[in-house]
C-alpha cells in the first residue's frame, strides 16, 4: 500500500518499495494500511479515522463488560473489547439491572425506620438474585411486586413485621424465578374494595412462591377468586405454616389454584366462611 502524497508516476519497473494504489494512511508505520487489522497500539491502523477503542473494528484487546451504571458490575449480555479497563466498564459481570447503579450482585439489604431502605419495594428494586431482605418489625403500608429475580424477604415474624396495603398487597409476575420466599410476616388488608383474583397474593403464570410463617388478615373479593392467594396456570406455590384469618372471595376462600403446582406442609379444612386455619 503505498503513499498517495508520493507518487512515483507510470514506470516499466517499479522499484521494491513502490505499490500500485495509494491507499496507506501513514507510509511510515508497517502495521498502518488500508483493512489492517486494528490493534492496541495507538495508531489508525486500518486507515478508517478511528484508532483503538473508538475503533468498533478493534481486533486485539481484552473483553469487558459494559457497565453503563458504573456500579463495578457489568451486564452479562454486553461484552466488547477495549485495550484498557476504562469508565463504563468492568471485568466483573453479573449485574441484574445496568441502569441502576443501586442493584448489583452480592448485596442484601435491611429494611426500617431508621435503615436507609425504608420501603420494602424500594430494596426489591435494587435486590439481583439470592439477595434476602430483611425486614425489622413495623407496620409498612405498601403493595409489594417481585421483578423476577430469585429473593427473600424475611420479617421479623408475623404479627411483628405487618404489610398492611390494598389487594393484592403481594404480586408475583409470570416466570418469577424459583427460589423466591416470603417468611415471617403478616399481610392484612387495609379496607380497600377488591373485586378480582388474589387478595393477598397475585401469582401470575409460570410464577414460584415460597410462602413460610406468614399470616394474611383481612381480604375480601367480593367476585375474584382466591381471597387468600391465587395461582395462575403452571405456577408454582409452596406453602408452610400460612395462617388465614376472616380470608373470604367468591371461589376458593384461602388457595385458589387455575392449573398450578401446589404444595402444603400443614392440613387443615378449607373454611367456607370466615375464620382460621393454617396451611
Known sequence: FGDA?????????????????????????????????????????????????????????????????????????????????????????????????????????????????????????DACDGAIITVEPGTYNEQLTFLGRPITINGAGQGSTIIEAASPAVTVPSAQSSGTQLLSLTLRADGSPFASDGGGIFIGPNGYLDVQFVTLEDFASTSGAGGGIYASANSTLFTDNVVFTDVVSTFGDLVYTQGAWFSSQLSAPWPTTTGQTAV
Open 5 to 125: 502524497a508520493a507518487p512515483l508516476g507510470s514506470l516499466c519497473t517499479p522499484p521494491v518499495d513502490a505499490s500500485t494504489n495509494s491507499l496507506d494512511c501513514d507510509d511510515t508505520q508497517p502495521t498502518v494500511y488500508f483493512a489492517a487489522l486494528e490493534i492496541c497500539d495507538g495508531l489508525d491502523n486500518n486507515c478508517d479515522g478511528l484508532v483503538d477503542d473508538a475503533d468498533p473494528d478493534l481486533w486485539s484487546g481484552q473483553a469487558f463488560y459494559v457497565d453503563a451504571d458504573e456500579d463495578g458490575f457489568g451486564d452479562d449480555s454486553a461484552i466488547v473489547n477495549a485495550c484498557a479497563l476504562g469508565l463504563g466498564l468492568s471485568e466483573i459481570g453479573g449485574d441484574c439491572d445496568d441502569s441502576n447503579p443501586n442493584a448489583f450482585p452480592n448485596q442484601n439489604f435491611t429494611v426500617g425506620p431508621t435503615q436507609t431502605y425504608t420501603s420494602i419495594q424500594s430494596a426489591i428494586n
